[in-house]
């Protein structure tokens, strides 16, 4: 799902404009990513948790020609999926999976 399907669906599904439900969208989108930049875990229960974790300088190869080069540290974003976004999507497997053994 794009996020241009996921302001039609919201719209369809709520009294408010395309371009309402898209200012919405990004001011959700703006704030989640303004709480990780200051170091804040975002919490949206039950859907799951954003958080930022700091990787260490490494040594990696350039595939191409096999030279190794330093890969620089730096922080980046992780999300981990809560208990019940996780639950609906286990469901919805078993569920797909046992229509297709019919």
């Given at each position: 799902?794009?996020?241009?399907?996921?302001?039609?669906?919201?719209?369809?599904?709520?009294?408010?404009?395309?371009?309402?439900?898209?200012?919405?969208?990004?001011?959700?989108?703006?704030?989640?990513?303004?709480?990780?930049?200051?170091?804040?875990?975002?919490?949206?229960?039950?859907?799951?948790?954003?958080?930022?974790?700091?990787?260490?300088?490494?040594?990696?190869?350039?595939?191409?020609?096999?030279?190794?080069?330093?890969?620089?540290?730096?922080?980046?974003?992780?999300?981990?999926?809560?208990?019940?976004?996780?639950?609906?999507?286990?469901?919805?497997?078993?569920?797909?999976?046992?229509a297709s053994k019919r």
């Amino acid at each position: 799902m794009t996020k241009a399907e996921l302001v039609d669906q919201l719209a369809e599904e709520s009294e408010l404009s395309k371009r309402q439900v898209g200012e919405l969208v990004d001011l959700l989108l703006d704030a989640i990513k303004d709480a990780l930049v200051s170091g804040d875990k975002v919490a949206l229960i039950p859907f799951g948790s954003f958080v930022t974790s700091d990787r260490k300088k490494r040594e990696g190869r350039n595939p191409k020609t096999g030279e190794k080069l330093i890969i620089a540290a730096r922080r980046v974003p992780r999300f981990s999926a809560g208990k019940g976004l996780r639950d609906a999507v286990a469901g919805s497997k078993k569920k797909k999976r046992a229509a297709s053994k019919r």
